[in-house]
């Protein structure tokens, strides 16, 4: 079992045991931080549009891409004009951490990465990356200066980036061991939930109570070489036949998998880790006449001309009542006139 793994029991093993003190260095470390940003002596920059942010407080993967996707579609849908900013995970780093990148539709993953362009892709909004978000949001600013919200991927412990509101994801795959880096999988403490201004969860999460529901429906395959060969997944059984080979190298494949066999299939599962970057190589060895992969593999999947493979997209399915609060939330920033207020803890949270 992978030291990943390990997390996700409901106890300490051999292998995280030792790793405690460098936990408590890493939470001590987080709590001077936070302190810095409450006393002033670090600041978080605030933006002239409001920010919300879109995160998690555990490693790997909890929803947080199909969630921005979502609410870039919904708040567009509410006449707004969304853009979203990222740091661009498993792209090469920039020689400088305020480099920005926009990221163009027909680009490849490498350049931007995978989610970035992901989002890009399916919402259809501007997305900038950068090590820097601050640096990726003003240049967003400045290059569409019709956007009246950014959305952060993925930034509820970037501090720098001020923000009018919070929504942290819960893994469904609950707490873990309840350690903090890198005994366990915490970015923050479970504490944190209390503080945000919006908890999403998965059906089934074991934070469910006062928690808006996320979940997922699954859209129409598309076979990679051909895309426009498409099928209806409910008839994707009665297509290629019951067994079928999943890759998956998203932050939790086996709630790819499971999603595979909630349609009938056979599943023989291929797990890669997060933001893995495909070669040829990786899906030879697998000897299958169906292969089936996330979407977010598939972006990197470009140059594979595998006609075997099939992509499976998905679209998350949210309580409306989110993006009713989150709508509020925005109202109340453009009566207050201001980009935001810090609160206690130094970042910018606005009330109506």
Request: glycine share 10%.
């Amino acid at each position: 079992m992978s030291l990943a793994r390990d997390w996700w029991l409901p106890r300490l093993t051999w292998r995280t045991l030792p790793l405690l003190p460098v936990s408590w260095l890493y939470g001590a470390a987080m709590r001077l931080r936070r302190a810095l940003y409450a006393a002033g002596h670090l600041r978080s920059s605030h933006l002239p549009v409001p920010v919300v942010i879109v995160g998690n407080l555990t490693v790997g993967g909890s929803g947080k891409t199909p969630l921005t996707v979502h609410l870039v579609g919904a708040l567009r849908a509410r006449g707004l004009s969304p853009g979203v900013v990222s740091r661009g995970y498993g792209r090469p780093r920039a020689r400088r951490p305020d480099t920005v990148l926009e990221v163009d539709p027909d680009g490849d993953a490498a350049t931007y990465g995978d989610e970035p362009l992901l989002i890009r892709r399916r919402a259809g909004c501007p997305v900038f990356v950068a090590a820097a978000r601050v640096a990726a949001a003003h240049a967003l600013l400045a290059a569409h200066p019709e956007t009246d919200v950014i959305v952060a991927d993925d930034g509820l412990q970037h501090l720098a980036l001020a923000r009018t509101f919070e929504i942290a994801v819960v893994d469904p795959r609950g707490r873990g061991n309840g350690r903090l880096l890198p005994a366990g999988p915490w970015r923050e403490p479970y504490r944190r939930f209390d503080e945000v201004d919006a908890v999403v969860a998965h059906a089934g999460s074991a934070r469910a109570s006062g928690a808006y529901a996320m979940s997922y429906a699954q859209d129409d395959l598309y076979n990679l070489a051909r895309p426009e060969r498409t099928c209806p997944a409910g008839e994707f059984r009665d297509r290629v036949g019951a067994r079928v080979a999943a890759v998956a190298g998203i932050g939790n494949p086996g709630r790819f998998f499971a999603a595979l066999r909630a349609l009938g299939l056979e599943v023989d599962e291929h797990p890669f880790t997060d933001h893995h970057r495909f070669a040829p190589g990786d899906l030879a060895g697998i000897a299958a006449p169906v292969i089936v992969m996330t979407e977010k593999d598939a972006i990197k999947c470009g140059a594979l001309s595998d006609p075997r493979i099939w992509v499976a997209p998905a679209t998350a399915r949210v309580d409306p009542a989110l993006v009713d609060a989150l709508v509020e939330r925005l109202r109340g920033h453009q009566a207050a006139g201001h980009s935001g207020l810090p609160d206690h803890e130094g970042t910018a949270r606005l009330r109506p």
